[in-house]
């Protein structure tokens, strides 16, 4: 059963109290996704590209109409250490958060976080003047 079908089945707020047990293909990388190994029983993204689609408006509801892929675009860390990735919406550019889950590609969270570390926002021969003031 794809998301667009389960998001007609179900009522409003749904998945706000149940936990979310149906497999998908990935619309970004073709992977088969399971809720099996998240680690949480809310599995949203792609464990393989942390790829998502833009179906709730708050966390669970499936009240959104967008559709749209929300691909991630960084990292952050919560209080009490855990990591949170940030997606954006192609489609229509409404950020949200969502937590890691347990078997998430470790390689691209990490290629995520360092992004800003290897394309930094301004030249990176300005940190040797800034150092010297």
Sequence with gaps: MNRDNKRKQYEKGYY???PCRESFTCRTCGWSV???GAGSSH???CPNCLSSLHVDVEPG???SDCGGVMEPIAVWVRKGGEWAIIHRCRR???????RVAADDNPR???SIAMK???FPPFPIERLEALAGD
């Design 34 to 36: 399971f809720p099996q």
């Design 116 to 118: 800003p570390v290897a």
């Design 43 to 45: 599995r949203n993204h």
């Design 108 to 110: 691209k969270l990490l």
């Design 16 to 18: 706000k109290t149940r």
């Design 61 to 63: 509801d499936r009240a």
């Design 92 to 98: 229509c550019g409404t950020l949200s958060s969502n």
